[in-house]
Protein backbone atom coordinates (compact mmCIF):
# COMPACT_ATOMS: atom_id res chain seq x y z
CA UNK A 1 0.00 0.00 0.00
CA UNK A 2 0.79 3.32 -0.60
CA UNK A 3 -0.48 7.10 -0.19
CA UNK A 4 0.85 10.74 0.69
CA UNK A 5 0.17 10.94 4.38
CA UNK A 6 0.06 8.25 6.82
CA UNK A 7 -2.48 8.95 9.63
CA UNK A 8 -2.48 6.75 13.08
CA UNK A 9 -5.44 7.55 14.85
CA UNK A 10 -9.45 7.89 14.02
CA UNK A 11 -9.86 10.12 16.49
CA UNK A 12 -11.24 13.84 15.79
CA UNK A 13 -7.32 15.16 14.84
CA UNK A 14 -6.61 12.13 12.97
CA UNK A 15 -10.09 12.45 11.16
CA UNK A 16 -10.21 16.13 10.93
CA UNK A 17 -6.73 16.04 9.45
CA UNK A 18 -7.47 13.26 6.86
CA UNK A 19 -10.46 15.30 5.78
CA UNK A 20 -8.68 18.68 5.65
CA UNK A 21 -5.79 17.03 3.03
CA UNK A 22 -8.66 15.18 1.04
CA UNK A 23 -9.96 18.47 0.36
CA UNK A 24 -7.00 19.84 -0.64
CA UNK A 25 -6.88 16.80 -3.32
CA UNK A 26 -3.77 15.09 -1.00
CA UNK A 27 -3.66 11.21 -0.39
CA UNK A 28 -4.19 9.74 3.11
CA UNK A 29 -4.78 6.71 5.18
CA UNK A 30 -6.34 6.42 8.47
CA UNK A 31 -5.35 3.88 10.57
CA UNK A 32 -7.71 3.61 13.53
CA UNK A 33 -6.98 0.86 16.49
CA UNK A 34 -10.99 0.35 17.50
CA UNK A 35 -14.05 0.33 15.72
CA UNK A 36 -15.85 3.06 14.64
CA UNK A 37 -18.75 2.02 17.62
CA UNK A 38 -15.90 2.42 19.66
CA UNK A 39 -14.61 5.50 19.07
CA UNK A 40 -18.36 6.94 19.01
CA UNK A 41 -18.84 5.90 22.20
CA UNK A 42 -16.15 8.10 24.39
CA UNK A 43 -17.87 11.19 25.61
CA UNK A 44 -15.27 13.61 26.09
CA UNK A 45 -15.18 17.60 25.44
CA UNK A 46 -18.45 19.96 25.12
CA UNK A 47 -16.82 23.61 24.13
CA UNK A 48 -15.64 24.52 20.83
CA UNK A 49 -13.42 27.87 20.40
CA UNK A 50 -14.58 29.72 17.31
CA UNK A 51 -11.52 29.15 15.74
CA UNK A 52 -12.77 25.18 16.36
CA UNK A 53 -15.94 25.80 14.69
CA UNK A 54 -14.99 27.86 12.07
CA UNK A 55 -12.44 25.20 11.11
CA UNK A 56 -15.04 22.17 11.29
CA UNK A 57 -17.48 24.77 8.50
CA UNK A 58 -13.80 24.79 6.51
CA UNK A 59 -14.03 20.97 6.72
CA UNK A 60 -17.27 21.19 5.51
CA UNK A 61 -18.58 19.12 8.44
CA UNK A 62 -20.20 22.50 10.47
CA UNK A 63 -23.87 22.45 8.91
CA UNK A 64 -25.22 20.16 11.81
CA UNK A 65 -22.93 21.94 14.44
CA UNK A 66 -24.39 25.01 13.68
CA UNK A 67 -27.51 23.76 13.45
CA UNK A 68 -27.98 22.00 16.86
CA UNK A 69 -25.11 23.65 18.67
CA UNK A 70 -25.27 26.98 21.03
CA UNK A 71 -23.95 29.48 20.89
CA UNK A 72 -22.13 30.63 24.49
CA UNK A 73 -21.42 33.98 25.01
CA UNK A 74 -20.37 33.81 28.83
CA UNK A 75 -19.49 31.33 31.64
CA UNK A 76 -19.81 31.58 35.16
CA UNK A 77 -17.14 31.16 37.77
CA UNK A 78 -18.90 30.13 41.32
CA UNK A 79 -17.36 30.96 44.88
CA UNK A 80 -19.66 29.57 47.31
CA UNK A 81 -22.60 31.81 47.04
CA UNK A 82 -21.08 33.96 44.51
CA UNK A 83 -21.68 33.72 40.74
CA UNK A 84 -18.89 35.69 38.40
CA UNK A 85 -20.27 36.08 34.94
CA UNK A 86 -17.36 36.20 32.16
CA UNK A 87 -19.14 37.85 28.97
CA UNK A 88 -16.72 36.36 26.86
CA UNK A 89 -18.63 38.31 23.71
CA UNK A 90 -18.83 42.01 25.54
CA UNK A 91 -14.72 41.28 26.45
CA UNK A 92 -13.45 40.05 23.85
CA UNK A 93 -15.89 39.89 20.95
CA UNK A 94 -15.50 35.86 20.70
CA UNK A 95 -18.04 33.44 21.62
CA UNK A 96 -17.55 29.19 22.05
CA UNK A 97 -20.32 26.84 20.81
CA UNK A 98 -21.74 23.92 23.17
CA UNK A 99 -21.57 20.84 21.56
CA UNK A 100 -20.07 17.51 22.20
CA UNK A 101 -16.59 15.89 20.02
CA UNK A 102 -18.75 12.83 20.26
CA UNK A 103 -21.11 14.76 17.50
CA UNK A 104 -17.75 16.53 15.76
CA UNK A 105 -16.46 12.76 15.62
CA UNK A 106 -19.58 11.44 14.43
CA UNK A 107 -19.79 14.20 11.68
CA UNK A 108 -16.03 13.93 10.52
CA UNK A 109 -16.92 10.02 9.97
CA UNK A 110 -20.43 10.60 8.21
CA UNK A 111 -18.38 13.06 5.90
CA UNK A 112 -15.53 10.88 5.35
CA UNK A 113 -17.47 7.87 4.60
CA UNK A 114 -19.59 9.66 2.71
CA UNK A 115 -16.54 11.04 0.26
CA UNK A 116 -14.52 7.71 -0.06
CA UNK A 117 -12.09 8.10 2.45
CA UNK A 118 -9.76 5.52 3.81
CA UNK A 119 -10.24 4.86 6.83
CA UNK A 120 -9.17 1.24 8.35
CA UNK A 121 -11.01 0.12 11.87
CA UNK A 122 -9.30 -2.78 14.16
CA UNK A 123 -5.65 -2.39 13.09
CA UNK A 124 -3.48 -3.28 15.23
CA UNK A 125 0.42 -3.70 16.34
CA UNK A 126 0.94 0.13 14.25
CA UNK A 127 4.64 0.71 14.37
CA UNK A 128 6.31 3.42 12.02
CA UNK A 129 9.54 2.82 10.37
CA UNK A 130 12.62 5.03 9.02
CA UNK A 131 11.14 8.39 9.82
CA UNK A 132 14.75 10.31 9.27
CA UNK A 133 15.09 8.66 5.82
CA UNK A 134 13.18 9.41 2.70
CA UNK A 135 10.98 6.82 2.27
CA UNK A 136 9.11 6.45 6.15
CA UNK A 137 6.62 3.49 6.28
CA UNK A 138 4.06 2.33 8.80
CA UNK A 139 3.28 -1.59 9.44
CA UNK A 140 0.65 -3.33 10.78
CA UNK A 141 -1.58 -6.15 11.13
CA UNK A 142 -4.91 -5.78 9.75
CA UNK A 143 -8.47 -8.19 8.67
CA UNK A 144 -5.31 -11.01 10.01
CA UNK A 145 -2.56 -9.86 7.60
CA UNK A 146 0.25 -7.99 8.11
CA UNK A 147 0.74 -4.60 5.64
CA UNK A 148 3.09 -2.12 4.88
CA UNK A 149 2.00 1.02 4.05
CA UNK A 150 4.53 3.42 2.02
CA UNK A 151 4.35 7.31 3.02
CA UNK A 152 5.88 10.44 2.58
CA UNK A 153 4.58 11.56 5.72
CA UNK A 154 3.26 10.15 9.21
CA UNK A 155 0.36 12.09 10.96
CA UNK A 156 0.83 10.66 14.75
CA UNK A 157 -2.64 11.65 15.81
CA UNK A 158 -2.91 8.47 18.16
CA UNK A 159 -3.64 9.87 21.77
CA UNK A 160 -2.15 10.18 24.52
CA UNK A 161 -0.92 6.38 24.65
CA UNK A 162 -0.61 5.77 21.20
CA UNK A 163 2.75 4.51 19.67
CA UNK A 164 3.74 7.87 17.58
CA UNK A 165 5.20 10.13 20.54
CA UNK A 166 7.19 7.29 21.93
CA UNK A 167 8.96 6.73 17.61
CA UNK A 168 10.42 9.89 18.37
CA UNK A 169 13.96 9.22 20.11
CA UNK A 170 13.99 9.48 24.13
CA UNK A 171 17.38 11.39 23.81
CA UNK A 172 15.67 14.00 21.46
CA UNK A 173 12.45 14.39 23.48
CA UNK A 174 12.02 16.59 26.25
CA UNK A 175 8.32 15.65 28.40
CA UNK A 176 6.87 18.34 30.72
CA UNK A 177 4.22 16.65 33.11
CA UNK A 178 2.20 17.90 36.43
CA UNK A 179 -0.26 15.10 37.40
CA UNK A 180 -3.11 16.40 39.44
CA UNK A 181 -3.72 14.38 42.89
CA UNK A 182 -7.72 14.30 42.00
CA UNK A 183 -9.50 13.13 39.01
CA UNK A 184 -13.46 14.79 37.58
CA UNK A 185 -16.09 12.15 37.76
CA UNK A 186 -18.57 13.17 35.24
CA UNK A 187 -22.04 12.02 34.65
CA UNK A 188 -24.18 12.41 31.66
CA UNK A 189 -28.29 12.66 31.99
CA UNK A 190 -31.30 13.40 30.07
CA UNK A 191 -32.49 16.07 31.92
CA UNK A 192 -32.66 19.98 31.48
CA UNK A 193 -29.40 21.36 32.27
CA UNK A 194 -29.81 23.96 35.66
CA UNK A 195 -28.22 26.63 33.61
CA UNK A 196 -27.82 28.39 30.59
CA UNK A 197 -24.30 28.74 30.34
CA UNK A 198 -21.81 26.74 31.81
CA UNK A 199 -20.56 27.29 35.53
CA UNK A 200 -17.53 26.40 37.03
CA UNK A 201 -17.89 26.10 40.88
CA UNK A 202 -15.17 26.91 43.60
CA UNK A 203 -15.81 25.07 46.67
CA UNK A 204 -14.53 23.94 50.04
CA UNK A 205 -15.83 20.36 49.20
CA UNK A 206 -14.20 20.57 46.14
CA UNK A 207 -15.01 21.41 42.37
CA UNK A 208 -17.76 21.33 40.42
CA UNK A 209 -19.01 22.02 36.81
CA UNK A 210 -22.23 22.04 35.19
CA UNK A 211 -22.34 21.90 31.44
CA UNK A 212 -24.92 20.47 28.92
CA UNK A 213 -25.12 19.12 25.56
CA UNK A 214 -28.76 20.37 24.29
CA UNK A 215 -31.92 21.27 25.95
CA UNK A 216 -32.58 17.48 27.27
CA UNK A 217 -29.16 16.44 27.99
CA UNK A 218 -27.06 17.39 30.70
CA UNK A 219 -23.32 16.85 31.81
CA UNK A 220 -21.82 17.65 35.06
CA UNK A 221 -18.60 16.79 37.07
CA UNK A 222 -16.94 16.92 40.56
CA UNK A 223 -14.30 16.49 41.69
CA UNK A 224 -12.80 13.17 43.40
CA UNK A 225 -9.77 11.86 44.72
CA UNK A 226 -7.69 9.58 42.68
CA UNK A 227 -8.58 6.53 44.98
CA UNK A 228 -12.69 6.93 44.15
CA UNK A 229 -14.43 4.13 42.46
CA UNK A 230 -17.27 4.66 39.89
CA UNK A 231 -19.05 1.77 41.83
CA UNK A 232 -18.91 4.09 44.95
CA UNK A 233 -20.81 6.88 43.51
CA UNK A 234 -24.43 5.94 42.93
CA UNK A 235 -26.77 8.69 41.22
CA UNK A 236 -27.84 9.74 44.37
CA UNK A 237 -24.49 10.20 46.28
CA UNK A 238 -23.22 12.28 42.90
CA UNK A 239 -26.31 14.93 42.67
CA UNK A 240 -26.29 15.12 46.45
CA UNK A 241 -22.31 15.99 45.92
CA UNK A 242 -22.75 18.36 43.42
CA UNK A 243 -25.57 20.33 45.27
CA UNK A 244 -23.69 20.79 48.04
CA UNK A 245 -21.00 22.76 45.75
CA UNK A 246 -23.07 24.80 43.66
CA UNK A 247 -25.00 28.26 45.25
CA UNK A 248 -28.16 27.52 46.47
CA UNK A 249 -30.01 29.29 43.91
CA UNK A 250 -28.40 26.61 41.19
CA UNK A 251 -28.78 23.91 43.64
CA UNK A 252 -32.50 24.38 44.21
CA UNK A 253 -33.36 24.78 40.65
CA UNK A 254 -31.45 21.28 39.94
CA UNK A 255 -33.30 18.18 38.13
CA UNK A 256 -31.96 15.36 38.67
CA UNK A 257 -32.08 12.01 36.77
CA UNK A 258 -30.88 8.60 36.01
CA UNK A 259 -26.96 8.69 34.75
CA UNK A 260 -26.64 7.39 31.08
CA UNK A 261 -22.88 7.59 31.04
CA UNK A 262 -20.97 7.86 34.50
CA UNK A 263 -17.07 7.72 34.33
CA UNK A 264 -14.16 9.21 36.25
CA UNK A 265 -11.42 10.65 34.32
CA UNK A 266 -7.31 11.65 36.01
CA UNK A 267 -6.41 15.09 35.18
CA UNK A 268 -2.89 15.82 34.47
CA UNK A 269 -1.00 18.89 32.09
CA UNK A 270 1.68 17.23 29.92
CA UNK A 271 3.32 18.69 26.89
CA UNK A 272 6.34 16.58 24.80
CA UNK A 273 8.34 18.47 22.66
CA UNK A 274 9.71 18.63 19.54
CA UNK A 275 6.18 18.20 18.13
CA UNK A 276 7.59 16.90 14.90
CA UNK A 277 10.73 14.11 14.17
CA UNK A 278 11.98 13.67 10.28
CA UNK A 279 9.01 12.90 8.65
CA UNK A 280 6.49 12.68 11.82
CA UNK A 281 4.15 15.21 12.63
CA UNK A 282 2.09 14.93 16.09
CA UNK A 283 -1.11 16.28 16.97
CA UNK A 284 -3.31 16.64 19.41
CA UNK A 285 -3.19 14.35 22.90
CA UNK A 286 -0.55 12.62 20.98
CA UNK A 287 1.51 15.60 21.60
CA UNK A 288 0.11 17.35 24.79
CA UNK A 289 -2.49 16.48 27.45
CA UNK A 290 -4.39 19.85 29.61
CA UNK A 291 -6.81 19.22 32.50
CA UNK A 292 -10.12 20.25 30.92
CA UNK A 293 -11.09 22.82 33.58
CA UNK A 294 -9.84 25.02 30.22
CA UNK A 295 -11.82 23.59 27.47
CA UNK A 296 -8.57 22.93 25.71
CA UNK A 297 -8.08 19.43 25.15
CA UNK A 298 -9.88 18.81 21.56
CA UNK A 299 -9.52 23.03 21.04
CA UNK A 300 -5.36 22.38 20.96
CA UNK A 301 -6.00 19.31 18.90
CA UNK A 302 -7.95 20.89 16.27
CA UNK A 303 -5.30 24.08 16.42
CA UNK A 304 -2.27 21.28 15.62
CA UNK A 305 -4.28 20.20 12.78
CA UNK A 306 -4.86 23.53 11.43
CA UNK A 307 -1.17 24.35 11.29
CA UNK A 308 -0.28 20.48 10.64
CA UNK A 309 -3.22 20.98 7.36
CA UNK A 310 -1.50 24.16 5.85
CA UNK A 311 2.32 22.79 6.28
CA UNK A 312 1.27 19.57 4.38
CA UNK A 313 -0.68 21.93 1.42
CA UNK A 314 2.07 23.89 0.70
CA UNK A 315 4.19 21.16 0.30
CA UNK A 316 2.36 19.43 -2.05
CA UNK A 317 1.15 22.61 -3.46
CA UNK A 318 4.30 24.86 -3.84
CA UNK A 319 6.80 22.23 -2.77
CA UNK A 320 7.35 24.84 0.04
CA UNK A 321 8.22 22.79 3.02
CA UNK A 322 8.70 26.11 5.88
CA UNK A 323 5.49 25.56 7.13
CA UNK A 324 6.54 21.78 7.85
CA UNK A 325 10.14 22.84 9.36
CA UNK A 326 8.42 25.45 11.59
CA UNK A 327 5.49 23.47 12.48
CA UNK A 328 6.43 22.10 16.12
CA UNK A 329 7.70 25.47 16.84
CA UNK A 330 4.46 27.54 15.98
CA UNK A 331 1.72 24.16 17.59
CA UNK A 332 4.08 24.23 20.75
CA UNK A 333 3.49 28.55 20.80
CA UNK A 334 -0.02 28.12 21.23
CA UNK A 335 -0.33 24.73 23.12
CA UNK A 336 2.00 26.73 25.81
CA UNK A 337 -0.55 29.11 26.09
CA UNK A 338 -3.67 26.85 27.07
CA UNK A 339 -1.63 24.23 29.15
CA UNK A 340 -0.90 27.17 31.04
CA UNK A 341 -4.72 28.58 31.20
CA UNK A 342 -5.61 25.08 32.18
CA UNK A 343 -3.42 25.01 34.90
CA UNK A 344 -4.17 28.50 36.28
CA UNK A 345 -8.09 27.38 36.21
CA UNK A 346 -7.42 24.17 37.78
CA UNK A 347 -5.06 25.50 40.28
CA UNK A 348 -7.72 28.45 41.11
CA UNK A 349 -11.02 26.02 41.41
CA UNK A 350 -9.98 22.76 42.85
CA UNK A 351 -9.16 21.73 46.66
CA UNK A 352 -5.41 20.31 46.40
CA UNK A 353 -5.20 17.82 49.44
CA UNK A 354 -1.98 19.43 50.42
CA UNK A 355 -3.80 23.55 50.59
CA UNK A 356 -3.24 25.50 53.16
CA UNK A 357 -5.01 27.98 54.80
CA UNK A 358 -2.93 30.80 52.59
CA UNK A 359 -3.81 29.04 49.57
CA UNK A 360 -7.24 28.87 50.24
CA UNK A 361 -7.28 32.61 50.86
CA UNK A 362 -4.80 32.69 47.66
CA UNK A 363 -8.01 30.93 45.69
CA UNK A 364 -10.75 33.84 47.34
CA UNK A 365 -8.58 36.73 46.72
CA UNK A 366 -8.33 35.61 42.84
CA UNK A 367 -11.76 35.33 42.65
CA UNK A 368 -12.46 38.89 44.67
CA UNK A 369 -10.05 40.50 41.64
CA UNK A 370 -12.14 38.53 38.71
CA UNK A 371 -15.22 39.95 40.30
CA UNK A 372 -14.10 43.63 40.68
CA UNK A 373 -11.54 43.48 37.32
CA UNK A 374 -13.02 43.78 33.91
CA UNK A 375 -9.47 43.30 33.05
CA UNK A 376 -9.01 40.33 34.80
CA UNK A 377 -12.10 38.89 33.42
CA UNK A 378 -11.05 39.88 29.56
CA UNK A 379 -7.67 37.78 30.38
CA UNK A 380 -10.10 34.63 31.04
CA UNK A 381 -12.08 35.31 28.48
CA UNK A 382 -9.50 35.91 25.74
CA UNK A 383 -8.02 31.92 26.62
CA UNK A 384 -11.29 30.78 27.47
CA UNK A 385 -12.38 31.24 23.63
CA UNK A 386 -9.18 30.74 21.95
CA UNK A 387 -5.86 32.61 20.32
CA UNK A 388 -6.86 32.89 16.87
CA UNK A 389 -4.21 30.52 14.94
P1 LIG B 1 -7.99 10.92 20.86
O1 LIG B 1 -7.41 10.21 22.05
O2 LIG B 1 -9.37 11.42 20.90
O3 LIG B 1 -7.91 9.96 19.57
C1 LIG B 1 -6.76 9.14 19.36
C2 LIG B 1 -7.22 7.95 18.54
O4 LIG B 1 -6.07 7.13 18.27
C3 LIG B 1 -8.21 7.06 19.32
O5 LIG B 1 -9.37 6.84 18.55
C4 LIG B 1 -7.43 5.77 19.57
O6 LIG B 1 -8.25 4.62 19.53
C5 LIG B 1 -6.42 5.79 18.42
N1 LIG B 1 -5.21 5.00 18.73
C6 LIG B 1 -4.52 4.95 19.89
N2 LIG B 1 -3.49 4.08 19.78
C7 LIG B 1 -3.53 3.59 18.51
C8 LIG B 1 -2.75 2.65 17.79
N3 LIG B 1 -1.72 2.02 18.40
N4 LIG B 1 -3.07 2.38 16.51
C9 LIG B 1 -4.12 3.02 15.92
N5 LIG B 1 -4.93 3.90 16.55
C10 LIG B 1 -4.62 4.18 17.83
N6 LIG B 1 -11.14 17.82 26.37
C11 LIG B 1 -11.91 18.90 26.55
O7 LIG B 1 -11.67 19.94 25.90
N7 LIG B 1 -12.95 18.88 27.46
C12 LIG B 1 -13.25 17.74 28.17
O8 LIG B 1 -14.18 17.72 28.96
C13 LIG B 1 -12.49 16.58 27.99
N8 LIG B 1 -12.78 15.41 28.66
C14 LIG B 1 -11.99 14.30 28.46
C15 LIG B 1 -12.26 13.08 29.13
C16 LIG B 1 -11.45 11.95 28.93
C17 LIG B 1 -11.74 10.66 29.67
C18 LIG B 1 -10.33 12.04 28.06
C19 LIG B 1 -9.41 10.84 27.87
C20 LIG B 1 -10.07 13.24 27.39
C21 LIG B 1 -10.90 14.37 27.58
N9 LIG B 1 -10.67 15.57 26.89
C22 LIG B 1 -11.42 16.67 27.07
C23 LIG B 1 -9.59 15.67 25.97
C24 LIG B 1 -10.03 15.03 24.68
O9 LIG B 1 -11.20 15.64 24.24
C25 LIG B 1 -8.88 15.13 23.72
O10 LIG B 1 -8.25 16.39 23.77
C26 LIG B 1 -9.28 14.81 22.29
O11 LIG B 1 -9.87 13.55 22.27
C27 LIG B 1 -8.00 14.87 21.45
O12 LIG B 1 -8.26 14.28 20.23
P2 LIG B 1 -7.15 13.35 19.56
O13 LIG B 1 -5.84 14.04 19.62
O14 LIG B 1 -7.72 12.93 18.26
O15 LIG B 1 -6.97 12.09 20.53
C1 LIG C 1 -18.14 19.24 28.98
O1 LIG C 1 -19.24 19.70 28.67
O2 LIG C 1 -17.86 18.01 28.94
C2 LIG C 1 -17.05 20.20 29.43
C3 LIG C 1 -17.24 21.55 29.24
C4 LIG C 1 -16.24 22.44 29.65
C5 LIG C 1 -15.09 21.94 30.24
C6 LIG C 1 -14.90 20.57 30.42
C7 LIG C 1 -15.89 19.69 30.01
O3 LIG C 1 -14.12 22.81 30.65
Not at 64 to 77: A, I, K, T
Not at 348 to 373: C, I, K, V, W, Y
Request: aromatic content about 8%; hydrophobic content about 40%; overall charge negative.
Amino acid sequence: MRTQVAVIGGGPAGLLLSRLLMRAGIDAVVLERRSRDRVLSRIRAGVLESGTADTLRRAGVGERMDREGQVHSGCYLSAGESLIRIPFGDLCGRNVTVYGQTEVTRDLYDAQEADGAVILHDVEDVALHDLDGDAPFVSFRHEGGEHRLACDYVAGCDGFHGPSRQAIPAEIRREFERVYPFGWLGILSETPPVTDELIYANHERGFALCSLRNPMLSRYYVQVGLDEKIEDWSDDRFWDELRARLPQGTADALVTGPSIEKSIAPLRSFVSEPMSWGRLFLCGDAAHIVPPTGAKGLNLAVGDVHYLSEALIAFYRDRDRGKLAGYSETALARVWKAVRFSWQMTTLLHRFPDNTGFDRRMQEAELGQLEASETGRRLVAENYTGAPY
